[in-house]
């Protein structure tokens, strides 16, 4: 029988979530609602050493703002609670024991110092160190020391650690539902330390490995980086019973630079001017990184390139939304070779969504940027504004210079086009169209347009002339949408304010 998918996020709180733990996260998301399964949220913070006050905090609000709902674990709640790993810390130790109980791992007493110096010597000997069947019976542990000698040690309090005791030679054999058949020899493996009576916790193997089994987690799917540890995972799997509900694994390509070698990291960003950070981040100590949120992505933007960054839908196909990307997601096309990341992609994304707002939308968004302008205007001016010219726009603060000479008349003129406009017969032409103008009583755009276009013709005036002076008038610049955009949107009193205010202030180039 198949069982309920159910995957889990397992993010450490060691600092802002980096985009590529995003994207771990969306797919597991997709994988979960594509299959009706569970998506679980498990904070791992057993490494005390690594812990960043505010990093948990920040990985809820970026998954809240990605979309990527939770359905159980830290902020939740569920049948396996608590979700986060330090606070089931009672639960390890006894699966610690349990293994040195069955031969499958053992004490160790060396402290830091004695590893150090052993490092040391193996290095002058142009060797290196590895604690594995090599050594461990020749080092303080419960492989080497009398039983009562072990009992003793712990009971006096010395420091201990319990390490897995990886067989010899042997191959473990795995699958990947991504990278297919894996084989791997346990020579070339350490014995990782699964717990530390210095804090009392467990390493992240263990303690993954133990709620993996105790959370019912059916797919791993987690960042390449892991890929190593995955035979000492099925190892585990198979020292605790439990191999034949091990859940099925899938490791994700890295997300590498823009310039292709190696993952990309928050310095390429720093370097080239984009976030690897979904949100902005302040340390505890004061650094800050950018966030996509903060530098004016919408979160759908954001999300659709992610997806695509290590995932293929095998079609032409570029702008999903987050149903659309639940509907095609599929392992099998997830590229086994790193994903570029291009940042021009990520505001061509973002410019997509853009252009498809609708003015409601849009006028949401851009209602801020105008009050902090000194703009109040309705919501309907505010979509309308915004709408006419968001075919130009990338982000959304990008549309008050695109947009402000709807609302506020021109303050000066650009020289460039007074140079070239604003001389010879134009002046006097576009008194003339002030006349026309005023004349008009239904100022829609059409009948504007109709009624202006024939008289020009009539005339027998040069067009591009015309409407570039007018142009100067009511925006002050070579810019903007057509002219009777503009006329419609301003109404007939303020056009024809802006032109007087031409006539009256501006003196014509000789
Ligand atoms: N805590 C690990 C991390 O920070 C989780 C790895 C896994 O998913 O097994 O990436």
Redesign the pocket.
């Known amino acids: 029988m198949e069982r309920p998918v159910r995957v889990r996020f397992?993010?450490?709180p060691t600092g802002p979530l980096h985009i590529g733990g995003v994207r771990t996260a969306l797919y597991n998301y997709l994988f979960a609602r594509q299959h009706g399964g569970t998506m679980i949220l498990r904070i791992?913070d057993t490494d005390s050493q690594r812990f960043v006050p505010g990093a948990e905090e920040y990985i809820l609000e970026s998954l809240k703002w990605c979309g990527i709902e939770i359905d159980e674990g830290v902020g939740v709640g569920g049948p396996h609670t608590p979700y986060r790993q330090s606070e089931r810390r009672d639960i390890y130790l006894k699966y610690a024991k349990q293994l040195v109980d069955a031969g499958w791992a053992y004490y160790a007493f060396d402290t830091a110092e004695e590893l150090d110096a052993l490092r040391k010597e193996y290095e002058q000997r142009g060797e290196t160190f590895a604690y594995n069947y090599t050594i461990r019976e020749k080092l303080p542990t419960s492989l080497s020391l009398p039983a009562e000698e072990v009992e003793a040690r712990i009971a006096r309090g010395d420091q201990w650690v319990i390490r897995f005791k990886m067989p010899e030679n042997e191959v473990v054999k795995m699958d990947d539902l991504i990278r297919g058949h894996v084989e791997v020899n346990t020579s070339t493996l350490d014995d990782k330390v699964l717990y530390k009576s210095a804090d009392a916790l467990p390493t992240?193997h263990l303690a993954?490995i133990v709620d993996d089994r105790l959370m019912e987690v059916s797919h791993?799917i987690?960042?390449e980086e892991?890929l190593p540890s995955l035979p000492l995972h099925y190892l585990l799997y198979r020292a605790f019973g439990w191999s034949d509900v091990q859940p099925q694994f899938a490791h994700l390509p890295l997300l590498l630079k823009p310039t292709g070698g190696g993952k990309l990291s928050k310095r390429d960003g720093d370097k080239m001017g984009f976030p690897v950070f979904p949100l902005f981040w302040t340390s505890p100590t004061g650094e800050t990184a950018r966030g996509y949120r903060e530098d004016g992505y919408f979160p759908e933007a954001f999300i659709n390139m992610l997806a695509l960054l290590g995932w293929n839908p095998g079609t032409e196909q570029e702008i999903f939304s987050m149903q659309e990307l639940i509907d095609n997601f599929s392992l099998e096309r997830v590229s086994k070779s790193g994903a570029r990341f291009q940042p021009d992609k990520a505001k061509w994304f973002n410019a997509q969504y853009m252009h498809h707002k609708s003015d409601a939308e849009l006028a949401a968004l851009f209602q801020p940027i105008l009050r902090e302008h000194g703009i109040e205007v309705s919501d309907e001016l505010a979509g309308r504004a915004a709408g006419i010219m968001k075919e130009r726009a990338t982000f959304i603060t990008d549309l008050w210079d695109l947009t402000s000479f709807f609302f506020v008349a021109p303050a000066e003129y650009e020289e460039k086009q007074t140079r070239k406009y604003w001389k010879g017969d134009n002046p006097r032409i576009l008194t003339e169209l002030r006349e026309v103008l005023a004349s008009i009583d239904d100022f829609s755009l059409e009948n504007t347009e109709r009624i202006v276009h024939g008289w020009i013709e009539q005339k027998g005036y040069p067009m591009g002339q015309v409407m570039n002076t007018l142009r100067l008038a009511l925006v002050g610049a070579g810019k903007g949408p057509g002219m009777y955009d503009v006329t419609s949107f301003i109404g007939k009193e303020e056009t024809l304010r802006r032109i007087d205010s031409l006539l009256q202030n501006l003196k014509p180039i000789e």
């Open positions: 397992a993010p450490s791992e992240y993954n791993v987690r960042g892991w």
